[in-house]
């Protein structure tokens, strides 16, 4: 054949792929793919004509000689025969304009876009492999002498945020679909043209239905009260799961059992409306370890679920062999990573980052899983945790992909304790989607009062957050508990370091516990593990905390301390009291005295807003400490509607004025760089937590003179479980005297300001209590 879709396999040793081959292939993936939102059409078109620029003789000669011909931009020409030749074809025009290098423009329509890049023909012509369409449609036309020219079907609704999901959709199902056909050409040779990865199994929605039934009626709660509160919980999700796709809330007392709830609402549904996978989405690595065990024990080998049936998807996730070594050839930890990459597994737990960044993503390899959440069911645990400033751009994306009259079939369920009122958005959430905010609850009013009021008694809260109190007197009050159990939730690292300090002197190490993000996640694992031993030994035990132990963490304590915080904080921090019934727990919520009005990013309007109306609440007579306030969802809904109403989050009007602009002007670059969970620059440290795995992994990149790109990532995966990350400090702090770029084997030397990755040089400390600690300031990191 004259024309060539990729070079030799086999290392160079073996077949060129003819580009005919490589079209097909492709279109008959994406067709398989947007089958799910009944446009296989579609899927033709943009998989046949996704390369049209490679009958091009300048691409000819660089698949023949790549070393001497300078590669250039072949996707275009296929993106404006698309436009030109389809009505309704702008997502399909674009998801072949940007398959190489990611989305940018939106362009509004497919004339602006036909347009413009017909001028950037004219205009940079030794950009493009050709610019002359007749002559690729001709040679196109003799390997395709007959493509069908049917109706493309509307997609576009006209609100942004809709119509740039739409295109990101269909682009995922491209990027996916090219990615996997041209690593299969690659991984073959002379004899076997093609080689495939390894495909994820089905979800077979009725055996992991009885799976869990089996399973929740074996593990029995010894408290009746909370055995009967989960019984009608479970009762209650599993009959919704009839219900018609679409937005569902699930508000729930904590120890109520979500998980499992949540996990037989969508096997049921999913079985009532064909849908093909779920995906459970978490704020918190701790909280996705915990789910993990539980959901493999539901659907283990043993009985009889395929390998893989459950899948992780974060920075710690999949990396280890099967032996539980870091063998990083093991076929197993391979097989991981290649479903991981593209979602192709019947249930994903993933973390909230990862999910809501790869919505908004501009980027190639981010986009590929986007295509496998139509026709499934997304779980979001702990949805009080969507910060507030990205919450009406999420929710107008999420609407696009599961409202009634959405193309995609899709659903989502947002559960939690402390239900946010997202309806004080809806404004915004029509205008960039079309759709108001108007979620059905899984679970009837009454239904839902009933559960919480059975809960009522688990905790009693003294509100304390009037007068403010030292730290040292803090410490003296946990020693008179120090016999017993308790919890102390601060919101500032130097509060939560200083106290365990404190604290440490006066009752020893064996007794207290530090946990926080200045620790390795080895090492925060370690610590919680340690504790969890010793509650359940009944021995006396002390663990000073940041809020990274609130949401969602398995863990029950008689006692629990919590500085003022947000009120669903507050209420996150109870939810670590008494968690599995029995006698009362006490919550005391304080007031740090030298907190000197800092708190962390978030904090300030929500602790603001619980202040008044705690106020309120005693200007009308009542005392808050007799009142069950954090088991209330009125006075949950309550405090949300008035924290949107002063946070300007309803009207657009707050710290994400800039990724609204670039939503409306349909920029997918602008967009993916400002929407960011984690704001500000974090850079991740290797630190010293075991000396030993330091040792080896800073070998591993230090005098390599080169590294590829996938030894890259399986050092930063290996790493990740021994970094902590820090905001990267000023030009000129004294921190950089304790900090060395990695430098990956690059031919350049990375400099502070441009290093993702460092390694701490023995001016850091690193202590079993208190963790990470670098030089110039000891508050700012401990």
Request: proline content about 4%.
């Amino acid at each position: 054949m004259d024309w060539w879709g990729h070079s030799k396999n086999g290392n160079g040793n073996g077949k060129p792929e003819p580009l005919m081959i490589h079209l097909n292939a492709v279109a008959n993936r994406v067709s398989k793919h947007l089958r799910a939102w009944n446009h296989a059409y579609s899927g033709i078109v943009a998989g046949i004509y996704h390369d049209f620029g490679k009958y091009a003789d300048q691409m000819k000669a660089r698949l023949e000689n790549p070393s001497k011909v300078a590669g250039r931009n072949h996707a275009a020409a296929g993106a404006c025969w698309i436009a030109h030749n389809y009505k309704n074809s702008l997502p399909l025009a674009l998801a072949v304009l940007y398959h190489h290098g990611g989305l940018k423009y939106f362009f509004g329509n497919r004339r602006k876009m036909l347009e413009d890049v017909l001028k950037d023909f004219k205009d940079n012509p030794d950009d493009y492999t050709e610019t002359d369409i007749s002559v690729l449609a001709e040679r196109f036309s003799k390997e395709f002498p007959y493509v069908p020219l049917q109706p493309i079907p509307k997609l576009l609704s006209g609100e942004m945020a809709a119509d740039m999901f739409d295109v990101r959709m269909m682009a995922s199902a491209l990027d996916d679909a090219d990615f996997i056909e041209t690593e299969a050409h690659f991984a073959g040779d002379s004899n076997v043209l093609r080689k495939y990865r390894p495909q994820g199994a089905s979800l077979d929605a009725d055996k992991a239905l009885s799976a869990v039934m089996a399973f929740v009626h074996g593990k029995k709660t010894k408290n009746q009260k909370v055995r009967e509160v989960r019984r009608r919980l479970f009762t209650s999700c599993l009959t919704a799961g009839d219900k018609a796709t679409g937005i569902f809330t699930l508000t729930a007392p904590t120890g109520a059992g979500k998980t499992l709830s949540m996990l037989v609402f969508a096997l049921r549904h999913a079985r009532k409306n064909g849908l093909r996978r779920i995906v459970l989405v978490m704020p918190f690595l701790n909280i996705i370890d915990q789910t993990a065990k539980v959901y493999r024990e539901v659907f283990s080998e043993e009985d009889g679920f395929p390998e893989n049936y459950v899948l992780e998807d974060h920075s710690l996730a999949g990396f280890k062999a099967v032996d539980g070594s870091e063998d990083m050839e093991d076929e197993g930890r391979r097989t991981r990573k290649l479903l991981a990459e593209n979602w192709d597994a019947p249930i994903i737990l993933t973390t909230s980052v990862k999910f809501f960044e790869s919505l908004h993503s501009c980027k190639n390899s981010q986009l590929r899983k986007l295509h496998r959440l139509a026709k499934s069911v997304t779980l979001f645990d702990e949805a009080q945790s969507l910060p507030p400033e990205l919450a009406a751009v999420s929710l107008a994306t999420l609407s696009r992909l599961a409202e009634a009259n959405s193309p995609y079939g899709a659903s989502v369920v947002f559960a939690t304790a402390t239900q946010p009122a997202f309806e004080s958005l809806s404004p915004m959430i029509e205008k960039y989607s079309g759709y108001s905010w108007k979620p059905k609850s899984l679970i009837a009013e009454v239904s839902m009062k009933h559960l919480f009021d059975a809960m009522s008694g688990r905790v009693q809260v003294d509100w304390r957050e009037q007068e403010q109190i030292e730290l040292e007197d803090l410490a003296d009050e946990l020693v008179e508990n120090g016999k017993n159990q308790s919890l102390c939730i601060l919101n500032l690292k130097r509060h939560a370091c200083k106290l365990a300090v404190l604290l440490e002197k006066r009752l020893g190490s064996k007794i207290v516990f530090h946990l926080s993000t200045t620790m390795c996640p080895s090492h925060r694992k370690k610590v919680l593990d340690e504790v969890l031993d010793r509650l359940d030994g009944g021995d006396p035990v002390v663990l000073v905390s940041t809020q990274c132990i609130e949401a969602g963490v398995d863990i029950s304590f008689p006692v629990v301390y919590r500085a003022l915080a947000p009120l669903e904080s507050i209420a996150q921090a109870a939810g670590r009291c008494n968690r599995h019934g029995g006698e009362t727990g006490t919550v005391i919520v304080f007031t740090p005295k030298d907190d000197k009005g800092f708190f962390p990013p978030g904090y300030k309007k929500g602790i603001s807003v619980t202040k008044t109306l705690l106020r309120e609440c005693r200007a009308e007579g009542c005392d808050p400490d007799e009142l069950n306030l954090l088991n209330s969802p009125d006075f949950i809904r309550r405090y949300y509607k008035l924290f949107f109403t002063l946070s300007n989050y309803a009207e657009g009007r707050d710290s994400q004025y800039e990724l609204f602009q670039a939503i409306d002007a349909g920029r997918f670059d602008i967009v993916s760089q400002k929407y960011k969970l984690i704001p500000g620059d974090m850079v991740n440290v290797l630190v010293p937590y075991d000396i030993v795995e330091f040792d080896r992994l800073s070998q591993m990149v230090q005098k390599r003179e080169f590294m590829t790109a996938e030894e890259i990532r399986q050092w930063v995966a290996l790493a990740r479980e021994y970094a902590v990350g820090i905001f990267r400090p000023a030009h000129d702090s004294l921190k950089w005297q304790a900090l060395a770029p990695v430098q990956f084997g690059v031919v350049f030397k990375y400099e502070n300001h441009d290093a993702d990755w460092f390694i701490c040089l023995p001016e850091a400390e690193y202590d079993d209590l208190g963790g990470l600690k670098l030089p110039e300031t000891f508050v700012g990191i401990c």
